[in-house]
């Protein structure tokens, strides 16, 4: 089993930066890819950006240029730096890891609430 916790959301001002952390703990491994999704009002759940094997990077195309994610393995904790913010990224943020065996494990969520 795999537990996530992610930190880091808040209420900010448009044109700021933040960073979301997810603290990961319990059996990690078979992991093939880790990233994190957000689900605005009203919307669906969305890929924002993830790591897969190897280490390579997607994102979304609203966020390239602005959000980078990545991860510190000696701390099992995943990272979103997120820039330049704008309201449309105003969302609740849930960090996600996905096995070998096609198993999504997910955070609880953050609220990231961006003002105009």
């Known amino acids: 089993q795999v537990q996530l916790v992610e930190s880091g959301g808040g209420l900010v001002q448009a044109g700021v930066s933040l960073r979301l952390s997810c603290a990961a703990s319990?059996?990690?491994?078979?992991?093939?890819?880790m990233g994190w999704y957000r689900q605005a009002p009203g919307k669906q759940r969305e890929l924002v950006a993830h790591i897969i094997s190897g280490g390579r990077t997607n994102y979304a195309d609203s966020v390239k240029g602005r959000l980078t994610v990545s991860r510190d393995n000696a701390k099992n904790t995943l990272y979103l730096q997120m820039n330049s913010m704008k309201p449309e990224d105003t969302a609740v943020y849930y960090c996600?890891?996905?096995?070998?065996?096609?198993?999504?494990?997910w955070g609880q969520g953050t609220q990231v609430t961006v003002s105009s």
């Open positions: 319990g059996i990690i491994s078979s992991i093939n890819a």
């Open positions: 996600n890891f996905l096995t070998v065996y096609n198993f999504n494990f």
